[in-house]
């Protein structure tokens, strides 16, 4: 735990801790029906807004990849094959086949946002145009 958090725990625990032993001798700690406001640990400050997930990538390898995780639904370009052919396909929820193709050239390929996944295999990069 870093020293801060511990600090501000340790602060916030001291001060339920000295208002418990006020009320026990007959303190008032209820005014107007609230708590009384904790101290802040010294250099604390708010934690941080979460940070966003990063954004799908622009361009993309071989392999299996997830709509809407890996890739983002869009219209895709590769120059072609590394070596003698490029074969890709698009997946359903079942990772079944919607559509496929293979070539020696340069492919365009529309990956919609109902897909599950995109397949490639042999391929220069993908990239989203």
Known sequence: MPIN?????MGTLFALLAATIAAWAGGDITKKGQLPELPKAPGATQPAAPTPPPAAPVTFGNGTHQVGVDIRAGTYRTPGPERSYCFWRRLDRNQEWIDFGSSSGPIVVVIRST?????????????RR
């Open 115 to 127: 897909d599950w996944g995109f397949e490639s295999s042999g391929c220069k990069p993908w990239k």
């Open 5 to 9: 958090q511990l600090l501000e725990w």
